[in-house]
């Protein structure tokens, strides 16, 4: 039975064509996929069929829910609908929670909305729908607040708030782009498990083909606000006709030619490093708690070479990388580079602190927006305390940004001006510019197209055969890592479990834990 059906959708946002003759279909039990880069028009689709557009939209066609056109109703009649009959798991959740409510007075407010329960009863009702998303209130108590928990678990949180009216169709933007592989598994595994237990319909929208591929029955391929294929999930896979759909299979399968690493002598040598965190205390006079976030850590980079990071948030990969960059007091061990030690605030480290630069995984919330990009870039370069003429500074601006693929006038340019891959050229430009022994990329990939982060991958790998680039690439993306990686540490609770070579390692893993991992991430098929 068809629960929803888009006819000839055109859209348009102050005279701007957003999408053009889309017509799709979900049946109840059934999940479809639509799948597309940034741009393409896949969320402006998810909120025509939520009536949640902006100002200055003029929309035509009909959306059907059942018998019911969407496009038809008023404010107060959408109202009644949305969060009841359709619901929507947003990409962010702590964007999509409110700091200042308890996660049980929010997932009530649909209860408090749309049905006419007594205080009793809308408890039980909060409570039976967190066990249903695996979140037992006898573990997770509804006085707590959403920073008190981690991604996986404010996500199952705004998957309880979506599904506690038992909505007819579930619309999931992005629903795992920021979760490692563990907890996305899990995520993915209870969405499907509720589109069969509650037989509703499902849009799924991501850019992740892997878990297309593990999830949708069918798939919508969009480009510039068209749907270009259609089909099946197995029929799509094993033949596509489109060129795009084409562009993003071989994207997401992208293997970078990333030249031999030459073993040369140590660059940065950790040893026995371990990092403990004070917890809160639970009465007044009891003794503090001491949280060992680092436990006794070793290993060795060499120049050249270029190490892998992967482990579950919350293994430690993060405070492990500030300690390294010298945020973060150790307790025990020493961080060395090129035999010089590494410590917090302390100025005769500050010299080998600078040889040091990050890359973030969101570059446009590590820049200044006020600032041009002339700016943004330089900013390293006051680490070197050393006169520099105008002239200097803008050929050596200019040769930075050619060499990560940009052209000599974006300098002039704002950060908005710019694509996300663009931005985060912008932010391997600027890690470059002080000629950095090491480079630490956390995440640098993970929020990108498939098409996008292929060619940033593909950056990185000339990078590496023209600047001989020494790095620590930090990332759940464990295909990735199995690409642009000599060496890879698997991380779990503080400790290093397994180290070693990446294809060995990732190929045929030791350690049970990094089993799990590799099992837990989405695959792409492979068609002869």
């Known amino acids: 039975m068809t629960l929803l059906k888009l006819n000839s959708i055109n859209l348009n946002i102050n005279g701007k064509s957003i999408l053009k003759d889309i017509s799709l279909e979900v049946r109840k039990g059934e999940i479809v996929a639509i799948t597309g880069e940034s741009g393409s028009g896949k969320s402006m689709t998810a909120l025509s069929v939520m009536q949640l557009l902006p100002i200055g939209s003029v929309q035509n066609g009909s959306i059907f829910l059942e018998d019911t056109n969407l496009i ?32 049980g007075n929010q997932i009530a407010e649909t209860v408090k909305l749309h049905k006419a329960a007594s205080h009793s009863d809308t408890i039980e009702i909060v409570k039976s729908t967190m066990r249903r998303v695996e979140m037992p209130p006898e573990k997770f108590p509804l006085y707590l607040y959403p920073h008190q928990l ?36 899990q995520i993915l595994t209870l969405l499907k498990g509720l589109v069969t237990d509650l037989d509703m319909g499902m ?70 490093l371990s990092r403990d965190y004070i917890l809160p205390k639970t009465k007044i006079f009891e003794r503090p708690k001491i949280f060992r976030a680092v436990d006794k850590v070793s290993f060795t980079l060499h120049k050249g070479e270029r190490l892998g990071l992967v482990g579950e948030s919350g293994c430690g990969k993060s405070t492990l990388t500030r300690a390294l960059l010298g945020l973060e007091e150790i307790q025990e061990g020493k961080i060395k580079i090129s035999g010089q030690l590494v410590l917090k605030n302390d100025v005769d480290s500050f010299a080998s602190k600078k040889r040091m630069q990050v890359v973030f995984q969101d570059p446009f919330g590590s820049f200044n927006p006020r600032h041009k990009v002339s700016r943004l870039i330089s900013e390293p370069l006051y680490l070197e305390k050393k006169n520099i003429t105008n002239d200097e500074l803008n050929n050596l601006l200019e040769t930075t940004l050619i ?22 050229r912008i932010a391997i430009a600027r890690a470059l510019i002080v000629k950095p022994d090491i ?8 929020a990108l197209d498939v098409s996008v982060r ?41 400790k290093i479990i397994e180290y070693g070579n990446t294809e060995k390692i990732l190929t045929n893993p030791a350690h049970e834990y990094t089993v799990k991992l590799i099992e837990a991430a989405p695959s792409m098929p492979s068609f002869s």
């Not at 309880?160 to 592989?181: C, F, G, Q, R, W």
């Not at 749907?227 to 562009?247: C, L, W």
């Not at 480079?439 to 993970?446: G, H, K, T």
């Open 203 to 272: 849009i799924m929208i991501t850019h992740d083909l892997a878990v297309v591929h593990n999830m949708a029955d069918k798939i919508s391929v969009m480009n510039q606000g068209k749907i270009v294929e259609r089909g099946s999930t197995s029929t799509i896979f094993r033949t596509m006709k489109h060129p795009y759909t084409k562009m993003l299979f071989n994207a997401s399968n992208h293997k970078v030619d990333l030249p031999k690493a030459i073993n040369k002598e140590p660059l940065l040598e950790v040893s026995n």
């Open 150 to 185: 981690s991604g996986g678990q404010r996500q199952r949180v705004v998957i309880a708030m979506a599904i506690i009216s038992n909505p007819k169709l579930l619309i999931a933007d992005e629903p795992t782009t920021a979760l490692d592989v563990t907890t996305q598994s």
């Open 439 to 446: 480079i630490i990329f956390d995440e640098a990939v993970s």
């Open 72 to 103: 038809s109703l008023t404010e107060s009649e959408l109202c009644r609908i949305r969060g009841n009959e359709i619901s929507m798991i947003f990409q962010e959740p702590m964007t999509a929670l409110n700091p200042l409510k308890t996660i």
């Open 403 to 424: 060499s990560v693929g940009l052209n000599r006038d974006d300098k002039e340019k704002y950060i908005h001006e710019f694509s996300g891959g663009q931005r985060q």
């Open 454 to 494: 292929a060619q940033i991958l593909d950056l990185i790998a000339e990078l590496c055969r023209s600047l001989d680039l020494t790095y620590i690439f930090i990332s759940h993306d464990l295909s990735v890592v199995r690409t642009i990686t000599d060496k890879v540490m698997v991380m779990e609770n503080g």
